[in-house]
Each structure stands twice: as structure tokens, then as C-alpha cells.
């Protein structure tokens, strides 16, 4: 069951990521109370959407999560240390602590440090301990854990008051507990360190609304359990045993798959010049070492000509897709660059006319902003459809700031 158990870490991490960007969706605020990170000369500290100042510029970079006004605040030691604090809105929540990342799950704050030994590998690419507290900063359990993550799928309307975490020890054993949402602390242990367990039916607990566990407890038995929901709380609906098969895990298996070759179907590409289809794409990179705020790569990108081509009039660009037969970017730019927006499952273009510089969304016929720094997405939809928070980096991709997607720029 071992190798089961990572394939179910793979899939809490899938998960995490599906539940925060679920989470933006669910999100509807007034248009006042949008809070964003706000620089001044060399410092960055949080403001309302206007402009004015709820938490004193005090920290060297701040970064963005899936959760809007949910802030990572980097105070740098020297070259390789730091410290972080929580901003929650206009609240400084957890102070000069040495995690690098904080994930808002449930309104349960998974804070997660680098320590040594084997982590979950979700968080970052360093081994990690994560550490539970509420959105107040309140210490949830005083034990750290290698992997933790809730079982939102059981409970995708949010109707219950209580949330079942699934923890993974230091001392690499398992345990499922129950949070109470309202009293902020751990009520009832549902499994208590088994020493391996395994998931049925795993990703579809949205239709079948019942936890099935099998593990190995403390004295070395087999145990079974389902946990279910009974009105607007999680119930046992099945115990019993089960005999320990010592046999390999058989969900690996060896040989060669057959893989449909879908391109042989495929019409002859078109001819074309080089240039038509050498274009450029934007990525994020994250500096994992010594967690310096995203650099922003450009990277070369080839166009398959059967979709899209370059078009070109005297010096300027456009992109046409020749499968559709339809203009994507009329010919009037200087230049242009594929990206992927953080924040949503699709990305855009980056779009440059003289000096100034743009965006424009997959989907959208309009784009939006002129500013004089390369202007990169780093949440879209941040708390409501309409607003749009942007990273803004010099020419060698650094980042400088944040701006709005109309072009105002949080900085002074």
C-alpha cells in the first residue's frame, strides 16, 4: 500500500490546487474592499484598491496564493535566510516565522517550512514540515506534519461545519481527524497513526459522498472504515477487518502500452517561412533556493503552421489562425508573446506597441492596459471577475510591482 499512498499524495496535491482556484470562483466582494500589495520606494505593504495604506510598507516582497488577500510576506536576512508573515486582508496574522508558504484551505492555514528528511513535495521541490493554524493564526495542533490536506470533495458547497483532515506524521504514519470549523479545534480522531493506509475510490468522493479507508493500525491489523454524512455531519457507516495482503502493489505493472498514434490522420502542414512561425512564449519562474520574488523567462515557442501562423506587414506582427481561417491579433504590433496567466486554466498574449505594453486573454477580441513594464497576470479574477491583479517586470524580468488590469500601478 506504500505506493498507493504516494499516488493519494499526488492526488491531494491536484487537489489543493482544484480547491483554490474553486475557492476564487466562490469569492464575491465589494469593490472597496479588495486589499493589494502596495510598494513604496523599496518596501511593499498592503492597501485598499485605491490606494491607501492598511499595513505599513515593511517587507521586502510579497507574494500572491490562490486565495485572494491572502498575502506571503518576505523579509530577507542575508542571500540565502529568511523570515515570512501572513497578511490576511489588512491584518498582520503570523510574524517573522520561518515558513516559506502559506495555503488557505477551508479557512484552515497550512504554514510550511524546510526541515530535513522526505516531504510531501507539493509545497515546494525542498523537504518541509507543515504546521496548522486558523485564519487568526491560531495554532491548530502543536504536532508538524510531512503532508496535510482536507477531503473537500466530500463537501463541495461548504454546508458542513466540520472538516476531515488527512495528516501524515514525521514518524511517516497516517491519521485522519475531524475539524470543528466553528470551534477552531480538532473534536475527534477518526484513524489514529496507522502504520499504512489506502484510499478506494478516491477521486470520486463527490459522487459517492462517503470516505472508504482501508489501513494497518498500531498492533499491525487490517482495519476498514467508511465515513459518510448524515445531515450536516460525518458519520461512521461501516467498520470491520480485513487480512494484511503482503503481496507487491500491483497498481504499477511493467511491460509496453500501446499508444494510439493520433497523428497519422493528420493533413499534410502547410509551407511556410521560418519567421512565420518562430514566435516567443512568457513564463514565472519561482526561485526555490532562496525564494527571491518570480523572474519572468522568455522563451522561444514553434507554431505549428496547420493552426497558427505569424503575419507581418513592414515591421509590424499579427497572429492568424490559418485552422479557423480568422485573425487572432491584428497586424499593428511591435511584438507579441504567448503566456500562461496564474490563476486561470488558460493564458493569453503579451502584447507590445511602441513603448507601451498590453494583455489580451484567450477568448477575448479586446485587450487591456498600457503600461511601460512588461506586464504579466499573476491573478486573474482576484476576488471578482473584473479585476485582474498584475505583476509588472523590468526589461532583464524583474519584477518591480504590482498593477491593475487597467494600468494603475501600486507604487510610489
Given at each position: 500500500?506504500?505506493?498507493?499512498?504516494?499516488?493519494?499524495?499526488?492526488?491531494?496535491?491536484?487537489?489543493?490546487?482544484?480547491?483554490a482556484?474553486?475557492?476564487?470562483?466562490?469569492?464575491?466582494?465589494?469593490?472597496?474592499?479588495?486589499?493589494?500589495?502596495?510598494?513604496?520606494?523599496?518596501?511593499?505593504?498592503?492597501?485598499?484598491?485605491?490606494?491607501?495604506?492598511?499595513?505599513?510598507?515593511?517587507?521586502?516582497?510579497?507574494?500572491?496564493?490562490?486565495?485572494?488577500?491572502?498575502?506571503?510576506?518576505?523579509?530577507?536576512?542575508?542571500?540565502?535566510?529568511?523570515?515570512?508573515?501572513?497578511?490576511?486582508?489588512?491584518?498582520?496574522?503570523?510574524?517573522?516565522?520561518?515558513?516559506?508558504?502559506?495555503?488557505?484551505?477551508?479557512?484552515?492555514?497550512?504554514?510550511?517550512?524546510?526541515?530535513?528528511?522526505?516531504?510531501?513535495?507539493?509545497?515546494?521541490?525542498?523537504?518541509?514540515?507543515?504546521?496548522?493554524?486558523?485564519?487568526?493564526?491560531?495554532?491548530?495542533?502543536?504536532?508538524?506534519f510531512?503532508?496535510?490536506?482536507?477531503?473537500?470533495?466530500?463537501?463541495p458547497?461548504?454546508?458542513?461545519?466540520?472538516?476531515?483532515?488527512?495528516?501524515?506524521?514525521r514518524?511517516?504514519?497516517?491519521?485522519?481527524?475531524?475539524?470543528?470549523?466553528?470551534?477552531?479545534?480538532?473534536?475527534?480522531?477518526?484513524?489514529?497513526?496507522?502504520?499504512?493506509?489506502?484510499?478506494?475510490?478516491?477521486?470520486?468522493?463527490?459522487?459517492?459522498?462517503?470516505?472508504?479507508?482501508?489501513?494497518?493500525?498500531?498492533?499491525?491489523?487490517?482495519?476498514?472504515?467508511?465515513?459518510?454524512?448524515?445531515?450536516?455531519?460525518?458519520?461512521?457507516?461501516?467498520?470491520?477487518?480485513?487480512?494484511?495482503?503482503?503481496?507487491?502493489?500491483?497498481?504499477?505493472?511493467?511491460?509496453?502500452?500501446?499508444?494510439?498514434?493520433?497523428?497519422?490522420?493528420?493533413q499534410?502542414?502547410?509551407?511556410?517561412?521560418?519567421?512565420?512561425?518562430?514566435?516567443?512564449?512568457?513564463?514565472?519562474?519561482?526561485?526555490?533556493?532562496?525564494?527571491?520574488?518570480?523572474?519572468?523567462?522568455?522563451?522561444?515557442k514553434?507554431?505549428?503552421?496547420?493552426?497558427?501562423?505569424?503575419?507581418?506587414?513592414?515591421?509590424?506582427?499579427?497572429?492568424?489562425?490559418?485552422?479557423?481561417?480568422?485573425?487572432?491579433?491584428?497586424?499593428?504590433?511591435?511584438?507579441?508573446?504567448?503566456?500562461?496567466?496564474?490563476g486561470?486554466?488558460?493564458?493569453?498574449?503579451?502584447?507590445?506597441?511602441?513603448?507601451?505594453y498590453?494583455?489580451?486573454?484567450?477568448?477575448?477580441?479586446?485587450?487591456?492596459?498600457?503600461?511601460?513594464?512588461?506586464?504579466?497576470?499573476?491573478?486573474?479574477?482576484?476576488?471578482?471577475?473584473?479585476?485582474?491583479?498584475?505583476g509588472?517586470?523590468?526589461?532583464?524580468?524583474?519584477?518591480?510591482?504590482?498593477?491593475?488590469?487597467?494600468?494603475?500601478?501600486?507604487?510610489?
Amino acid at each position: 500500500m506504500k505506493k498507493n499512498t504516494w499516488i493519494l499524495l499526488f492526488v491531494f496535491g491536484a487537489s489543493l490546487y482544484f480547491q483554490a482556484c474553486m475557492a476564487q470562483k466562490k469569492v464575491t466582494l465589494k469593490p472597496t474592499s479588495l486589499y493589494v500589495p502596495y510598494k513604496i520606494k523599496d518596501k511593499f505593504g498592503i492597501a485598499t484598491e485605491d490606494g491607501k495604506i492598511v499595513v505599513t510598507p515593511q517587507f521586502d516582497y510579497i507574494e500572491l496564493n490562490y486565495t485572494p488577500e491572502f498575502f506571503t510576506c518576505f523579509t530577507y536576512m542575508d542571500s540565502k535566510s529568511y523570515r515570512t508573515s501572513l497578511v490576511v486582508k489588512d491584518k498582520i496574522v503570523l510574524e517573522n516565522q520561518p515558513y516559506f508558504g502559506y495555503y488557505n484551505t477551508r479557512d484552515i492555514v497550512f504554514a510550511v517550512m524546510e526541515v530535513g528528511g522526505r516531504g510531501s513535495g507539493y509545497y515546494s521541490l525542498k523537504p518541509e514540515e507543515i504546521h496548522l493554524y486558523t485564519l487568526k493564526g491560531k495554532r491548530i495542533s502543536p504536532e508538524g506534519f510531512s503532508h496535510a490536506n482536507t477531503f473537500d470533495e466530500l463537501d463541495p458547497k461548504n454546508e458542513i461545519a466540520q472538516v476531515l483532515l488527512y495528516l501524515v506524521h514525521r514518524d511517516k504514519t497516517y491519521s485522519i481527524v475531524q475539524y470543528d470549523l466553528k470551534k477552531q479545534i480538532i473534536t475527534s480522531t477518526w484513524i489514529d497513526k496507522a502504520r499504512d493506509i489506502e484510499f478506494e475510490d478516491l477521486g470520486m468522493l463527490y459522487r459517492t459522498q462517503e470516505l472508504h479507508v482501508k489501513y494497518v493500525d498500531a498492533q499491525n491489523k487490517g482495519k476498514e472504515l467508511k465515513i459518510g454524512i448524515k445531515g450536516k455531519s460525518y458519520v461512521k457507516t461501516y467498520e470491520g477487518t480485513y487480512e494484511i495482503n503482503k503481496k507487491s502493489d500491483d497498481l504499477f505493472l511493467d511491460g509496453n502500452v500501446a499508444v494510439p498514434n493520433w497523428d497519422s490522420d493528420k493533413q499534410p502542414k502547410p509551407r511556410v517561412e521560418e519567421r512565420e512561425i518562430q514566435s516567443k512564449q512568457i513564463r514565472l519562474k519561482k526561485d526555490y533556493q532562496t525564494y527571491r520574488p518570480m523572474k519572468l523567462i522568455v522563451e522561444n515557442k514553434k507554431l505549428d503552421p496547420k493552426y497558427y501562423k505569424i503575419t507581418f506587414e513592414n515591421s509590424k506582427k499579427g497572429l492568424y489562425d490559418s485552422y479557423e481561417n480568422k485573425v487572432v491579433l491584428p497586424t499593428i504590433y511591435d511584438d507579441f508573446f504567448f503566456a500562461d496567466f496564474k490563476g486561470i486554466h488558460a493564458g493569453g498574449y503579451i502584447l507590445k506597441q511602441n513603448t507601451s505594453y498590453s494583455f489580451q486573454v484567450y477568448g477575448s477580441s479586446q485587450s487591456k492596459g498600457h503600461f511601460s513594464l512588461f506586464p504579466m497576470i499573476t491573478f486573474y479574477a482576484y476576488g471578482r471577475p473584473d479585476f485582474h491583479l498584475v505583476g509588472l517586470f523590468d526589461e532583464q524580468g524583474q519584477f518591480i510591482c504590482y498593477a491593475n488590469q487597467d494600468g494603475k500601478v501600486y507604487l510610489e
